[in-house]
């Protein structure tokens, strides 16, 4: 059974940091491309940044460009996502998914508030 377990969000003032984790089972995340995506309240998905399988290329949207960075650990089976210099719109429930299957977890909220 596949399931995308995503975790460490929370509430950050603006210029705070956050990382998040994904831990997969089911499947070999290196074997596919993988990606954050995430949702505004009242606002279409949108996605953040994908991470392909094997090479490790990374690509990210412009809006988090500089300050979010996407990794992950094949020996843990897990997916990050590193939040920097936090924006208040960057708050949302934040999804880790499988591209090629659309898998995706249940979501970690990330609140930037001052």
């Known amino acids: 059974e596949v399931q995308l377990v995503e975790s460490g969000g929370g509430l950050v003032q603006p210029g705070g940091s956050l990382r998040l984790s994904c831990a997969a089972s089911?499947?070999?995340?290196?074997?596919?491309?993988m990606s954050w995506v995430r949702q505004a309240p009242g606002k279409e998905l949108e996605w953040v940044s994908r991470?392909?399988?094997?090479?490790?290329?990374?690509t990210y949207a412009d809006s988090v460009k500089g300050r979010f960075t996407i990794s992950r650990d094949n020996n843990k089976n897990t997916l990050y996502l590193q939040l920097n210099n936090l924006k208040i719109d960057d708050t949302g429930m934040y999804y880790c998914?499988?591209?090629?299957?659309?898998?995706r977890g249940q979501g970690t909220q990330v609140t930037v508030s001052s």
């Open positions: 998914q499988r591209d090629s299957r659309g898998d």
């Open positions: 089911g499947f070999t995340i290196n074997y596919y491309g």
């Open positions: 991470i392909a399988p094997y090479s490790g290329v990374t």
